[in-house]
């Protein structure tokens, strides 16, 4: 275990100094540019031609990579390893090594892997890999100044800023050449959570008030208190609302025993998923419920009201399951999406960790079964068929660390 804090710890250090713009930027840092796309080009931005992908999309093929800080024998950062979990095989083995810091989340597209590297001189860049692991071409980015919220297969869609402390800025970088272009989101932008198809699911500020972009809190609370928050599908390429999703008040709404605030959790098809937090009084402390919101704008709530978190289960990106467990290992209790409850899972003997991470597109679920403390603390995953998980069998197909 004290292995598996030290890794924590460099891997948190490294992300809390690579915290993106969209997180930490002000109005009053506009500087904070990087150098590629401080000058976005002037020309129209090309049509989107395949699919967007969000983080979770890495999880949707045959193959997960896991980025882990390599250290030394004082436990030093000295670099970055990536592993591949080539889950047909069965076998886990090294993938690429390198003397760059990099973020913890790689970027998977049909015929690439992306790397973001993160150090204190700033010179941070993108390292384009193969699927053999060889390096094909780096591109300079700047992981402090922008977060990727979105991307294809050849393009990131980034964020500078965002509502409602800073006014939203976006661009779109060009993954083969290195160009950028306009990504020209509203300036009252406050997030870009998901993709639909071609589409981005983005939330914006709606007020009878012009938002006055500061983070002075007396001033945002009194517009934010008679705000909304709309959620709509955007044109990935111009960057402009097209279908409105649903809205909701920015500072929650009365639900009769206190206030719920609903937050983005999925789509599944036309319908989409919000979890609502529902503050109660301090004897019953939070619930969670889910709201789903059909194509037609109508509004249905699914009848779970929950103490513990809320998870969910995605192929391709696409709402399968909901979950909840109250520690890990723990009870998994499983949900379908119409908010029945469908299964009791209990953990294996001998795990430290067991949920699951994604449903892969043959149908098998993919497991977080621990941690293996030998080669990084890497996370040890499994497969297993998702009717076998759902009966509580423990016949899952765990890696092999090999070479």
């Not at 419920?289 to 059909?294: A, D, H, M, Q, Y």
Request: with cysteine; net charge negative; glycine share 6%.
């Amino acid at each position: 275990m004290k292995r598996l804090a030290f890794v924590l710890a460099a891997a948190l250090f490294t992300l809390t100094a690579c915290t993106p713009a969209a997180e930490t930027a002000t109005a009053a840092d506009p500087a904070a540019t990087p150098e590629a796309t401080a000058e976005p080009t002037s020309k129209p931005a090309a049509a989107e031609t395949g699919p967007l992908y969000t983080y979770s999309h890495r999880y949707a093929q045959d193959v997960v990579y896991d980025v882990m800080p390599a250290l030394n024998d004082q436990f030093a950062y000295v670099g970055t390893k990536v592993y591949k979990n080539d889950l047909n095989a069965g076998q886990t083995s090294l993938f690429y090594y390198c003397d760059d810091w990099c973020l913890a989340d790689p970027y998977v597209t049909s015929d690439a892997v992306y790397l973001l590297t993160c150090n204190r001189d700033r010179d941070n860049k993108i390292i384009a890999l193969s699927p053999d692991g060889s390096k094909t071409h780096e591109i300079p980015f700047d992981s402090y100044a922008s977060s990727v919220v979105l991307y294809s297969d050849r393009y990131f869609y980034c964020i500078g800023g965002l509502a409602p402390y800073d006014t939203a800025s976006g661009f779109r970088l060009d993954l083969q050449t290195g160009e950028t272009t306009p990504w020209d989101l509203p300036a009252e932008t406050a997030a870009a959570p998901d993709a639909a198809g071609n589409f981005a699911v983005t939330a914006r500020l709606i007020s009878d008030h012009p938002v006055p972009f500061t983070s002075d809190p007396e001033i945002s609370d009194a517009l934010l208190q008679n705000s909304m928050l709309e959620y709509d599908l955007t044109d990935a390429t111009t960057g402009k609302p097209t279908t409105k999703i649903a809205e909701f008040p920015y500072k929650g709404a009365d639900d009769g025993s206190g206030y719920v605030y609903y937050t983005y959790l999925g789509k599944s098809g036309d319908d989409f998923y919000f979890t609502g937090e529902h503050s109660r009084s301090e004897e019953e402390g939070i619930k969670m419920s889910v709201l789903r919101v059909g194509s037609d704008g109508t509004q249905e709530d699914l009848g779970l009201m929950i103490h513990v978190s809320l998870h969910e289960l995605r192929q391709n990106g696409e709402l399968q399951w909901l979950f909840t467990m109250s520690s890990n290992p723990g009870t998994l209790t499983v949900y379908d999406l119409q908010g029945t409850e469908i299964a009791k899972v209990n953990p294996p003997a001998g795990v430290s960790s067991y949920y699951p991470v994604s449903m892969l597109d043959d149908g098998r679920i993919l497991l977080n079964i621990g941690y293996d403390f030998d080669h990084d603390s890497m996370t040890r995953y499994a497969t297993i068929d998702a009717d076998a998980f759902l009966s509580g069998s423990t016949e899952y197909t765990e890696m092999e660390f090999v070479g």
